[in-house]
């Protein structure tokens, strides 16, 4: 077998996108389907699903890429036997949205020093748009943030998705009279007061005004941080239900300080997503360590709370 097609395989897997996956190996869209078809026929079962949007996994094509990961990792620790790359220097500067570091980004940095002790990273954490507008001019290298971008100098994977929940002080739902109404009444119920979500423009916010508005309820009591710790002390004051990943206060919710309101309609699951600049070198050895540190998290924390984006 091709260890070539194999690895053709996992970055289509990864990227969800044979045109995107081409530019990434530095190939055409045709030798990439070609690849694909020939590994099909060798292994006797079809490995994705092809529709307008992209391509998906099949069952047999997720069995075969957990097996396809472990063998071209074990030729990674094949070659660095033979060439110690953990001995050269290098710096790389990484940007990071505040929610990814109150999550799984610290875990990503620790792994990255301990794989490569003499990389130097420089760690700039911002929002989602100016992380975006930095990697554009140049300024970063690497950036973990919600959109997927796909410009001719920047390619980007999505690693996972963390599902938002309605966060408030235990007394909260009582003091605002929320009960157990149907989803569309308690969400109403709750935007009858201030609602606390990321900053302003951001994904989540842009997510969470979409769906009020799809239930006809306005968005002018929305009020927009960008900084995770300052939601979570506003909620836990009674300044007003947060709309916020629940894995990110999964200590909280276990003392008691904060309270999980269920059967409330809450918006899409924020993504995670890297995203780096084609033609340095350093950038291209991180995407591994980034998705062995998100399969890591979402296995600590449980699926409920971390989804990963490649199964």
């Excluded at 109150?102 to 990503?108: A, E």
């Excluded at 002790?117 to 970063?140: F, H, I, S, W, Y």
């Excluded at 947060?242 to 999980?260: F, I, Q």
Aim: with cysteine.
């Amino acid at each position: 077998m091709n260890l070539k097609f194999l690895d053709t395989f996992i970055w289509v897997a990864r990227l969800r996108s044979f045109s995107l996956a081409a530019d990434k190996m530095h190939s055409t869209q045709a030798a990439i389907s070609s690849r694909i078809s020939v590994l099909e026929q060798e292994l006797g079962a079809r490995l994705f699903t092809r529709d307008p949007k992209g391509v998906t996994l099949t069952r047999e094509g997720e069995r075969v890429l957990q097996h396809a990961e472990y063998v071209t990792q074990g030729m990674l620790r094949l070659r660095a036997s033979l060439r110690d790359e953990t001995l050269e220097f290098g710096s790389i500067r990484i940007g990071a949205m505040d929610s990814a570091v109150h999550s799984w980004f610290v875990d990503f940095v620790t792994n990255v020093t301990h794989q490569f002790p003499n990389l130097d990273v420089e760690v700039t954490v911002d929002t989602a748009l100016n992380l975006n507008d930095q990697l554009r001019k140049g300024m970063l290298d690497v950036v973990f943030q919600t959109d997927a971008l796909r410009e001719e100098t920047i390619q980007s994977a999505e690693l996972l998705q963390l599902p938002f929940s309605w966060i408030v002080e235990p007394g909260f739902a009582r003091a605002q009279n929320i009960g157990h109404e149907a989803a569309t009444a308690a969400l109403r119920a709750l935007a009858r007061g201030k609602l606390i979500t990321f900053s302003h423009h951001s994904r989540p916010h842009q997510d969470l005004v979409r769906l009020l508005q799809a239930h006809g309820i306005g968005a002018s009591r929305i009020s927009c941080v960008n900084s995770v710790a300052a939601m979570i002390k506003l909620a836990q004051k009674g300044f007003g239900a947060a709309v916020m990943p629940s894995a990110l206060v999964a200590k909280e919710l276990a003392e008691g300080s904060l309270h999980l309101l269920g059967g409330i309609i809450a918006p899409p699951p924020m993504p995670f997503v890297m995203a780096w600049r084609t033609g340095s070198e350093w950038p291209e050895r991180l995407i591994d360590v980034a998705f062995e540190t998100v399969r890591a998290y979402s296995a600590r924390v449980g699926e409920d709370l971390a989804r990963l984006a490649v199964p």
